[in-house]
């Protein structure tokens, strides 16, 4: 195992605990890279993502082959399988079902920038609205198609999926989205379910803050989220 291979392998165990422990997911969801310069992936095995460890992580391909490793892949697999093949430029992958993403498609609110860590989402965030575990590669491949080249989908009643081109900026990313939808919620019933009274970010403004999740920014959020997840036990999660 290269020096390289093993610091991946440590980041996808940390981003899979860093999901449990920000309150993003508790038994499910699952957080991957992909191998660089290659179609295959690392993702845990079938638990808990709060329970994942570097030396309990799968090789997966594009095919949804595992081709390394012991043990049964999270069943959603095909979320990362697919993403990864429809898109070459994208290296780590986020599947988790944070409450407040999950309340905003229940309610049919798009997700909206209303804080500077949203600005990541500037572009928009579109909806997969199939309810449902994706659990084949065609809804993988539509899951994928959903998600066109953006960062990120809300899936309805579900959760949600980020795509970036590292698993570290994947999982910040994150939970950006779910503080963000948190947000939103809150503004929405401070401002009685009026969605219109939201002084929501204009395209020229949240413009700039993409950055959030780039550089020394990001690295400041992971290493914050990093500790957390190193100091907080299973199931004593933090919620955004
Ligand atoms: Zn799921």
Redesign the pocket.
Known sequence: MTGARSELHADVALANRILERMGLSHA??HASARIPGTDTFLLPTRRSPGLAAADNLLVIDTEGRVVAGDGEPNS?FW?HARLYAARPDVGGIV???PPSCVCLTQIGEPHRVVHNQGGVFAAGVPEYSRIG??RSRELGDLLARTLGGGVAAM?RG??ITTAFPDVRTATVAACYLEESAALQLRMLAAAGGDASRIRVFTAEEAAPLRDQVSGSVARRAWEYFAAVAAATPLGGGQRL
Do not use: T
Request: proline share 0%; aromatic share 8%; hydrophobic share 50%.
């Open positions: 499910f969801g959603e979320i599947h988790a079902h575990l994706v899936m579900h959760g």
